[in-house]
């Protein structure tokens, strides 16, 4: 398809279980973002990738979130040791690095922690 | 750092009629200015965006927003609202130039409803 993809659309687990998250960014796009929505909180950042750059890592809450992006392509959220309050929507976008840098964003990953 | 607020959490507004959903914004640089429509259980959709030019920006749907620099505004704006307008709608910034990624700052979204 030509948008961003994520899967899994709604994931369920257990407090104190690991879990992964994938995107699939728009085809070209070099960079690649990951924002988390909840109630009452509204839409973080938490971290972009650019290229073979660094990532800026400045909006994960906690070290238990870690995120890879492998062949400058597809990547990995994972959340270890999955808390109640990690409960929210994951959200995945892409962009070009040209003119505005629009982001297009994928349907996103519910996430649910019992 | 930069800053977008979204005054009103909901706007209602009766099909036919004018609409406007207010966002003001604070950056240090020279603002790229966004909005964005979310549809109940979807990611967001882009709609426009402003970065240099014209005060006036036209987007997807029949929705505009105006640029207003001395009172850091970027307000949407549609001429005669549909009842398929209604949805959560997020205004969002960014200050780095081109070339160099970087987040999004987003308002803490306003939502719409249109009523026949």
């Known amino acids: 398809g030509a948008g961003v993809s994520q899967s899994p659309s709604n994931k369920v687990t257990e407090k104190g279980k690991d879990v992964e998250l994938r995107c699939d960014p728009i085809s070209g796009h070099t960079a690649l973002y990951w924002y988390r929505q909840s109630l009452g909180q509204g839409l973080e950042f938490l971290i972009y990738?650019?290229?073979?750059?660094?990532?800026?890592k400045s909006g994960l809450p906690s070290d238990r979130f870690s995120a890879e992006r492998t062949g400058g392509s597809v990547s990995t959220l994972t959340i270890q040791r999955t808390q109640q309050e990690d409960s929210a929507v994951y959200l995945c976008?892409?962009?070009?690095?040209?003119?505005?840098?629009?982001?297009?964003f994928g349907p996103g990953t519910r996430l649910t922690v019992l | 750092a930069q800053s977008v607020a979204q005054p009103e959490d909901q706007v209602n507004v009766a099909e036919g009629n004018p609409l406007t959903v207010k966002c003001t914004y604070s950056v240090s640089g020279n603002p790229y200015l966004f909005w964005y429509v979310q549809y109940p259980n979807r990611g967001l959709q882009f709609l426009l965006k402003y970065i240099t030019g014209d005060n006036l920006v036209k987007g997807s749907y029949g929705f505009e927003a105006e640029f207003n620099k001395s009172q850091t505004s970027f307000h949407l704006k549609k001429p005669s609202a549909l009842v398929s307008d209604s949805a959560l709608y997020f205004c969002?910034?960014?200050?780095?130039?081109?070339?160099?990624?970087?987040?999004?700052?987003f308002g803490t979204g306003t939502r719409l409803q249109v009523t026949l």
């Open positions: 969002a910034v960014r200050d780095t130039p081109t070339g160099t990624a970087s987040k999004l700052t």
């Open positions: 976008a892409s962009s070009s690095l040209q003119g505005a840098h629009e982001q297009f």
């Open positions: 990738f650019q290229g073979n750059s660094a990532p800026d």
